[in-house]
């Protein structure tokens, strides 16, 4: 219905924007990352689902199509509504979901504040034929496994799962593939 609106933020919360396009404000809603992102005053283009309920019409709107993508993707899990799919957005990136689901680690979904291991086999189950690519070099599933303790490492220190993705995926590639040397490269990330 409404596959994207491109506008001018006028307004915006943890989760939101509100985008002014043609005298009309959108409240849209969005990862909290790029909610974070966005000031004020700036020019968006957001590809857009609509999702349309007996006594709502919410919009989600997102950067960019595969993110849009995934969100309908998400959302035909059973028991996966929209706020759950945004959550797992907004903690997993789409090379993260990828990784994930090629290398069948449902566990790694369970970080997600509302998903449990049910949902989480579930996602995977449902992603798993629709999620198209290889492994990236270096991320081999040892490798995908050892990240995991890292990213458990991280987020015990007090740091969001976003940010200790962004400091795993910061680890040059062919780095050691021991644990203490991939959260020290990690932990490199937040001193820059």
Known sequence: MIAAVRGEVIGKGDDHLIVETGGVGFKIFTTQDYALRT???DPVLL???LVVREDALTLFGFETEELRDLFILL?????VGPRIALAILSSMSPDAIRRS??????????RVPGVGKKTAQQILLHLQGKIKGEMAPGREPGTIEIDAQVLDALTGLGYSVVEAQAAIQSIPRGSASDVET???????YFSN
């Open 47 to 49: 590809f857009t689902h």
């Open 39 to 41: 000031v004020i005053g």
């Open 182 to 188: 991939r959260l020290r490269l990690a932990l490199q």
């Open 75 to 79: 959302l035909g899990v059973n028991g």
């Open 101 to 110: 689901v090629l290398s069948e680690q449902a566990d790694l979904f369970t």
